[in-house]
């Protein structure tokens, strides 16, 4: 039960998360905490596929949507019982350090490079993410970074520093500007500064308040997006509800969660591809 948390854990389940209880379920007691990236959350993928866990199998599902760096460090002090984050290789990490029993694949989608249709850059069209992200760079355009250390953030921290050789948060400039923000909120920045912006395609598509921006660049194979989900590992973690835990996870790759991930549309335009029978994903 949520009550038996260390109270700083209660409390950022209670203001960060969106909780589906229905009257049965409530009476039982049966729930779980889960650490999400974001992007599951802004997508509006939660609230398609909770509710059909928890008619499914009478288990409430309390969401801590935060960057998946977050995510992670909350489960390494124990404070929720699955991750379910994108950062492949932090998630990798985390099971190294014994917070993680084991990492399943579930889904994956895209990144998008999004920028105003001005486009002060001249990025428009691109097909080579870098490349558009050096332009930007040059022409010191505006360009607007979670910088909370979420999976979107480090893949964005991969392309510069990586593919271009460019420690970007030893950047001088005011053209540089990290808000330390969800996904949404930081596309709201983007929409009001005339910036450029790097997001998971499903949160661009699920975004109400576009404005003028739109997709820059897309389809470059850096830009592939893989989620994944991790039981917070009961032999570290006592208090982990690992029966529980491990029957969401049992859905969300099972033929029916995978399915219900593929309905999963808006305006007929799929958010999310499952893949967990893939077992290099």
């Known amino acids: 039960m949520l009550s038996q948390r260390n109270p700083i854990f209660v409390f950022i389940a209670a203001f960060c998360s969106a909780v ?17 990236t974001t992007s599951a959350k802004d997508s509006g993928l939660f609230d398609h596929l909770l509710p059909l866990f928890t008619l499914k199998t009478g288990i409430a599902v ?15 002090r124990g404070g929720v019982d699955v991750v379910f984050a994108h950062a492949k ?12 029993v084991k990492r399943y694949p579930v889904m994956y989608n895209d990144f998008v490079l999004i920028g105003p249709k001005s486009d002060p850059a001249g990025i428009k069209g691109m097909n080579d993410v870098a490349a558009a992200l050096k332009a930007i760079r040059d022409q010191q355009t505006t360009f607007i970074s979670r910088g ?71 389809g470059d194979k850096r830009m592939f997006n893989q989620y994944a ?19 969401f996870i049992d859905w969300l790759v099972s033929p029916e969660g995978q399915k219900a991930i593929a309905d999963y549309k808006i305006n007929g335009e799929q958010l999310f591809y499952p893949n967990a029978s893939d077992p290099n994903a």
């Open 62 to 76: 309390n969401v801590a949507a935060l960057g998946s760096g977050q995510a992670f460090d909350t489960a390494r």
């Open 148 to 218: 909370d250390n979420s999976g979107t953030h480090l893949a964005e921290l991969a392309l510069w520093n990586k593919d271009l050789g460019i420690n970007i948060q030893e950047e001088d400039g005011p053209w540089y500007r990290s808000v330390e923000r969800g996904m949404k909120a930081t596309l709201h920045v983007a929409r009001t500064s005339g910036g450029y912006v790097l997001s998971d395609r499903g949160t661009w598509i699920y975004f109400k308040n576009k404005g003028d921006l739109e997709i820059m660049v897309e």
């Open 89 to 100: 290789t932090a998630g990798q990490q985390f099971i190294v350090e014994g917070h993680g």
């Open 20 to 36: 589906f209880l229905a009257g049965p379920v409530l009476a039982q007691g049966k729930s779980i905490v889960v650490a999400s």
């Open 229 to 247: 989900v991790i039981l917070v590992n009961p032999d570290k973690h006592p208090n982990v509800k690992k029966d529980l835990g491990r029957q």
